[in-house]
């Protein structure tokens, strides 16, 4: 991520808080390692990003007891396996 795209995101989500609406944000369907929403909210709101330590732990659990997936072989590209009419 670049600074200025952090920097903008932080500045919108410190506008969004000041604004005592529900704030809701997500760049993707998931949050992935790269995904800087989370900091940049820590930071408009001038408080630590930390892990909440019992979602930590359901977290590590779910992980420790998840059965392993079967790997399934590559098709290539994705692409829709039916048409949409």
Known sequence: MSATIGALITEALR???GSGDVVFCCAASAATPDD???ACAAAA???P???H???Q???TNACATRRPRKALPSTGP???TTSIA
Do not use: K, N, S
């Open 45 to 47: 709101l001038g408080v």
């Open 15 to 17: 506008y969004a808080f």
């Open 78 to 80: 994705l692409r829709p």
């Open 49 to 51: 990003l930390a892990l």
């Open 36 to 38: 800087p929403d989370a």
């Open 57 to 59: 732990a359901l977290i």
């Open 53 to 55: 330590p019992e979602a």
